[in-house]
């Protein structure tokens, strides 16, 4: 719908059933903001940000309010000016969502269940470095290779963990420093889920 074109501005609002359209903004350009107000009443309000809807889409801010839902490649290299990533109310991150797309802050909502393979990876290894990664105790699983290369200073798995398996490179090249405490409900950690980082021991909580 929005395809090609050179540059959204101002604040844009989108209705229901409007963003769930595939590729709807890819490859647009450039917007100076995007909202999903949390405001609206939940009938109202949009649930999901369909696949590849602002895949390389250039975003000075976004803020997403309700939406519960991202599905894969929605933000594929793009471009967040602010690099900073709030989503308080997202159930679900698709596969490759976020993938190559800088950030210097993630934080995710007490809601958030599952994140998808390659959700967070990074292709280049030279990329703006996470202070602090909170995974919830909400999160049951995250797929394959998610923060691959996504530099990461502290990775820290928070109480009452749901997580039950490590998957194959999900935290590979990140270069962890801090020591990492693994939650006790993990039973399986896969093959190079933790390789080429810095921290030289971990421990598996009581």
């Given at each position: 719908a929005f395809s090609n074109i050179k540059t959204l501005n101002g604040?844009?609002?989108i209705g229901k059933n409007n963003y769930n359209v595939e590729r709807l903004f890819e490859n647009s350009g450039s917007s100076s903001g995007i909202r999903f107000p949390s405001n609206v009443s939940s009938d109202a309000a949009p649930n999901k940000i369909g696949h590849s809807t602002f895949k390389s889409v250039n975003l000075l801010s976004f803020e997403f309010g309700v939406v519960a839902n991202i599905d894969d490649n929605a933000f594929e290299s793009a471009t967040f000016i602010e690099k900073s990533l709030l989503l308080p109310e997202i159930k679900t991150i698709?596969?490759?969502s976020f993938k190559n797309v800088e950030f210097d802050n993630i934080q995710f909502g007490t809601k958030l269940t599952t994140i998808g393979k390659d959700a967070f990876k990074m292709d280049d290894?030279?990329?703006?470095?996470l202070r602090l990664l909170n995974i919830p105790s909400s999160v049951t699983s995250i797929g394959e290779s998610a923060f691959e290369n996504r530099k990461i200073s502290e990775l820290s798995f928070l109480s009452e963990s749901k997580l039950n398996s490590i998957s194959k490179s999900v935290f590979a090249g990140c270069g962890i420093t801090d020591p990492v405490v693994i939650p006790s409900t993990v039973k399986t950690?896969?093959?190079?889920?933790?390789?080429?980082n810095g921290f030289s021991s971990g421990t598996l909580s009581s």
């Open positions: 604040i844009v609002k698709g596969n490759a290894s030279k990329n703006s470095v950690i896969d093959a190079s889920a933790f390789a080429n």
